[in-house]
Structure formats: structure tokens, C-alpha cells
């Protein structure tokens, strides 16, 4: 995904449910824009790590193509780590980041 | 390279014989991403990732060895490849096709960052240019070639 200005980074806010304290922190799966990934692959890859469908894969790969970056997943700390690491395999770049509560 | 048939069991592609021994001497590289790479990509987009960044890297570490071993045991299956009047075919599992897709971007992205993960390839100044440089943009270049195929086949629509 080529030519894209470096992004931004913004507060992420999501809202969770009201018994979510009570369950512990909620982590972000984010994955982020590089010029080096070509876009099939990055699709192909939200459809191996996530399960998903080609169109839901499809959609995340060009929120991070446009947007710079995007939220994959919001899970507990454990699942979090396995997807951002799962991610990290495939030589994308991803990261986790707590919730903000 | 190009893809000879699909179904359930498998691809089989069709490669020339130079076409082989590429992609095999761009196989080998693997692991060619060094495991700081996370940290350097975060960095540049001043990004504080969150969790155990040492659990992170050695597991990826333990990654990287498995795949090499899966790798070692797909490249030694002489059933893989098949003399025909055209070239050598291919034949290949999903799963080792999969394999060889992750294997193939390390080497492509692990080439980028050795360049010095250029925004453009071709923004590279033609003065600046050495045999190191153009060999990692020709595997860049190269790899980008073979995983389209090896995307095309995995699609499914």
C-alpha cells in the first residue's frame, strides 16, 4: 500500500459494556499502514488470523490503506496478544493499545 | 509461474526452470525480518504499543524456526515437483501454500527494511545505487511477482 503520508495517531475510543470493569481491560488489535504489503495479501491474512469473510476482510484492509491504520479486534489482554502476535507473523505491522474505558 | 489447476487438495503451477530455481534461491533467504521490526515500524509512527513486547519477540523467534523447519520439509518433498514438456510443475497443499505466502512476504518485507524501508522503490536516487541495492529490489520486485500468483490461487472467487 504505497505513497501514503505517516498518520496520525489519535486516541482510540471504545465503548464497552457496563459490566466490563468487572471483566477486566479491554485491549485493541490494531493494524497499521505500510508502503511494503500489497493489498491482497493483507486481506488474505485478516482472513486467515480472524476467520472472516473476504468482504469483511476486504473492508479492514482498506480502512488501513485510507485511514492509516485499523481496529481489528477489542479482547481481553491473552486473546489480544495471540492476534496482534498472529499478525506480527505475517510481517504486518500490529499493535496492541488498552482500551480507554 | 502460472497456476495450472485448483481443488480441494491443492494447486499445481507451472514454472520454468529459471523460474524454479528463483523462487527457491528467494525461499531460502527466509528468515530475512529482524525481530526488532515492530519496534522500529512503531517508532517511526510514535506508537507506545501495549502488552509484553520480549514475550512478543521470542515467540515470533519460535515462529520463525517452526517455519523454517515446515519450509526445510516442503522444499525436500521430491513429490513436490514434476518434470513435464513445459517446465517443472509445482504441486501444493493450502497449507503449503499458505506457508510459502508468509515465508515469501518475510523475505520481501525483510529486503524492504534492509533498503531502509523506502516509501517508493523507484525514489531510490540512481547515484546512490549499488549491487547490494539493486539485488533487494530485485527480490522485492520478484517476490511481489510470485505471491500475486499464489493469491490468485488461494481466492476463491
Same mark, same amino acid.
Given at each position: 500500500m504505497v505513497r501514503k503520508p505517516v498518520p496520525t495517531v489519535e486516541p482510540i475510543k471504545v465503548v464497552q459494556p457496563k459490566n466490563q470493569k468487572a471483566l477486566g481491560p479491554s485491549y485493541l488489535v490494531v493494524c497499521w499502514d505500510d508502503p511494503i504489503n500489497v493489498m491482497e495479501y493483507v486481506a488474505h491474512v485478516f482472513q486467515i488470523v480472524f476467520g472472516w469473510n473476504k468482504e469483511k476482510a476486504v473492508k479492514h484492509m482498506l480502512e488501513v490503506?485510507?485511514?492509516?491504520?485499523?481496529?481489528?479486534?477489542?479482547?481481553?489482554?491473552?486473546k489480544a496478544e495471540h492476534f496482534v502476535h498472529a499478525l506480527q507473523t505475517y510481517a504486518l505491522h500490529a499493535t496492541l493499545q488498552k482500551a480507554d474505558s | 509461474m502460472k497456476l495450472l489447476s485448483r481443488n480441494h487438495?491443492?494447486?499445481?503451477?507451472?514454472?520454468?526452470?529459471?523460474?524454479?530455481?528463483? /523462487?527457491?534461491?528467494?525461499l531460502q533467504r527466509f528468515p530475512v525480518l529482524n525481530g526488532n521490526y515492530q519496534d522500529?515500524?512503531?517508532?517511526? $509512527?510514535? #506508537?507506545? &504499543? =501495549?502488552?509484553?513486547? +520480549? %514475550?512478543?519477540?521470542? *515467540?515470533l523467534e519460535e515462529f520463525r524456526k517452526? *517455519?523454517?523447519?515446515?519450509?526445510?520439509?516442503? %522444499?525436500n518433498d521430491? +513429490?513436490?515437483? !514434476? =518434470?513435464?514438456?513445459?517446465?517443472?510443475? $509445482?504441486?501444493? *497443499? &493450502?497449507?503449503? /501454500?499458505?506457508?510459502? %505466502?508468509?515465508? $515469501?512476504?518475510?523475505?520481501?518485507?525483510?529486503?524492504?527494511v534492509r533498503l531502509g524501508c523506502p516509501s517508493d522503490l523507484e525514489?531510490? &536516487?540512481? &547515484?546512490? $545505487?549499488?549491487?547490494? #541495492?539493486?539485488?533487494l529490489t530485485?527480490? !522485492?520486485? *520478484?517476490?511481489?511477482v510470485f505471491q500475486m500468483v499464489f /493469491?490468485? =490461487?488461494l481466492d476463491n472467487d
Open positions: 490503506h485510507h485511514e492509516g491504520k485499523s481496529v481489528l479486534a477489542c479482547e481481553c489482554l491473552e | 487438495d491443492g494447486c499445481t503451477f507451472l514454472l520454468g526452470k529459471k523460474e524454479r530455481r528463483i /523462487l527457491l534461491e528467494l522500529q515500524r512503531s517508532k517511526k $509512527l510514535k #506508537i507506545k &504499543p =501495549a502488552g509484553d513486547r +520480549h %514475550l512478543l519477540v521470542e *515467540t517452526q *517455519t523454517r523447519r515446515d519450509l526445510e520439509e516442503i %522444499l521430491e +513429490h513436490r515437483w !514434476v =518434470a513435464d514438456s513445459r517446465g517443472m510443475r $509445482l504441486l501444493l *497443499t &493450502p497449507d503449503q /501454500l499458505k506457508i510459502l %505466502l508468509q515465508v $515469501l512476504n518475510d523475505v520481501k518485507v525483510g529486503s524492504w525514489s531510490v &536516487p540512481v &547515484p546512490a $545505487l549499488n549491487k547490494e #541495492i539493486i539485488e530485485w527480490a !522485492v520486485n *520478484t517476490v511481489t /493469491l490468485q =490461487a
